[in-house]
């Protein structure tokens, strides 16, 4: 059964930290193609960054460039979103995704037209 679960959202102060989980099943984080999106309140859905591990290829967003970094452990089959250098402009409820053969969803940086995602996790940043 597919199932991605999102954890370690809250509330930050500026320029401070954040380090988002997600827990997979149904997928393999170093085989298929994952990623995660935000959609920031009375906003659209963006892409926030993306890999796909078998040939080691990355995407991120230029707001977050230099200050996240997506990673995977897989092991415990988990995917990780650090974030670093916290603004207002990051507030946002956060879903990570998994693909299994996407073109368009790569291809074009949405990861929120991935097969799956989870339910989302809130990170509120404040200046």
Same mark, same amino acid.
């Given at each position: 059964? =597919?199932?991605?679960?999102?954890?370690? *959202?809250?509330?930050? @102060?500026?320029? &401070?930290?954040? %380090?988002?989980?997600? +827990?997979?099943?149904?997928? =393999?984080?170093?085989?298929?193609?994952? *990623?995660?999106?935000? @959609?920031?309140? &009375?906003?659209? %859905?963006?892409?926030? +960054?993306?890999?796909?591990?078998?040939?080691?290829?990355?995407?991120?967003?230029?707001?977050?460039?230099?200050?996240?970094?997506?990673?995977?452990?897989? +092991?415990?089959?988990?995917?990780?979103?650090?974030?670093?250098?916290?603004?207002?402009?990051?507030?946002?409820?956060?879903?990570?995704?998994?693909?299994?053969?996407?073109?368009?969803?790569?291809?074009?940086?949405?990861?929120?037209?991935?097969?799956?995602?989870?339910?989302?996790?809130?990170?509120?940043?404040?200046?």
């Amino acid at each position: 059964r =597919d199932q991605l679960e999102e954890s370690g *959202g809250g509330s930050v @102060q500026a320029g &401070g930290s954040l %380090r988002l989980t997600c +827990a997979v099943s149904g997928f =393999d984080v170093s085989k298929h193609y994952v *990623g995660w999106f935000r @959609q920031p309140p &009375g906003k659209r %859905r963006e892409g926030v +960054a993306a890999a796909y591990v078998p040939d080691g290829r990355t995407h991120y967003a230029d707001a977050v460039k230099g200050r996240f970094t997506i990673s995977q452990d897989s +092991a415990e089959n988990t995917l990780t979103l650090q974030m670093d250098n916290l603004n207002s402009d990051d507030t946002a409820m956060y879903y990570c995704a998994a693909d299994r053969r996407t073109q368009q969803g790569w291809l074009l940086f949405r990861p929120d037209i991935f097969e799956s995602s989870g339910q989302g996790t809130q990170v509120t940043v404040s200046s």
